[in-house]
């Protein structure tokens, strides 16, 4: 099975407001994903729906060659948005209760707060972090399940250049473990770097899709789409 995820038709409505406008995505099973486009473009809704935050107006979403169905969730982990911190616990104890709610073994704590470099925080309580580091402990949290699939929103908000290089290395070793990543972006050098494949979406509608060859000029096609599809939002 090469396609892990598909999407067919996929729309939501917000009160008459067209958010996401028939999108059919093909992600490739160990593959990097980029889905890009320009603010209020329905990156983020898109997502909600394959993470089940929000139910689809109308089309379908497959995962691993079914209907998707809430106990695909096991194995999808995602990352939308502001990470969802308890502030006033640390970053052990963030995990904690997570690993605690899904019946995961508390030595895999150890091993994604290796993974995302925030080993060292100590007693020092998720509300007082960084922007960055906030991040991190989201990626964090998105990894306990061992995912097959990861959905990133905007990882590298927030991120200073070396966090964005260190982060963009480990998306990029995740293929390898036989993780699929999904991430948006509207930063055009970002997915660039990163992705095996793109999506550009704009005003809702995915205007464009395919594999990202070597020296593409991504910015004129990521222009085209734009200037097809954006609506004012
Ligand atoms: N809960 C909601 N209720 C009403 N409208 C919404 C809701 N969520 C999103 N929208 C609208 O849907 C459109 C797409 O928003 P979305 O958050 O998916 O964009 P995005 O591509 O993630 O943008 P950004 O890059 O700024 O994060 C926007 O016009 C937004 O205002
Ligand atoms: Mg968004």
């Not at 486009?37 to 979403?61: D, E, F, H, Q, V």
Request: with cysteine; charged share 20%.
């Amino acid at each position: 099975m090469k396609t892990i995820l598909k999407t067919t038709d996929l729309c939501k409505n917000f009160k008459g407001q067209m958010a996401v406008n028939n999108v059919s995505l093909n992600i490739q099973r160990n593959s990097v994903y980029g889905l890009l486009g320009p603010n209020g473009a329905g990156k983020s809704t898109t997502l909600k729906m394959i993470t089940g935050i929000l139910r689809p107006t109308s089309g379908s979403i497959e995962f691993d060659g079914h209907p998707w169905q809430r106990g695909d969730l096991t194995q999808i982990g995602a990352l939308i948005e502001t990470p969802p911190l308890y502030e006033n616990l640390t970053a052990y104890e963030n995990l904690k209760v997570r690993t605690t709610m899904l019946g995961l073994p508390d030595n895999r704590i150890d091993e994604v707060l290796h993974i995302v470099r925030l080993t060292d925080t100590g007693k020092k309580r998720a509300g007082q972090f960084s922007l960055g580091m906030k991040q991190r402990l989201g990626i964090a949290i998105a990894l306990l399940n061992n995912p097959q699939l990861l959905i990133l929103d905007e990882p590298t908000n927030g991120l200073d250049p070396v966090g964005i290089e260190e982060l963009r290395e480990l998306i990029r070793s995740f293929p390898a473990k036989g993780i699929t990543v999904i991430l948006s972006s509207h930063i055009l050098s970002e997915v660039q770097q990163i992705a095996d494949h793109v999506g550009i979406i704009a005003g809702g509608v995915l205007g464009y899709e395919n594999e990202l060859r070597n020296g593409e000029n991504l910015e004129q096609l990521f222009m085209d789409v734009v200037k097809r599809h954006h609506k004012e939002v």
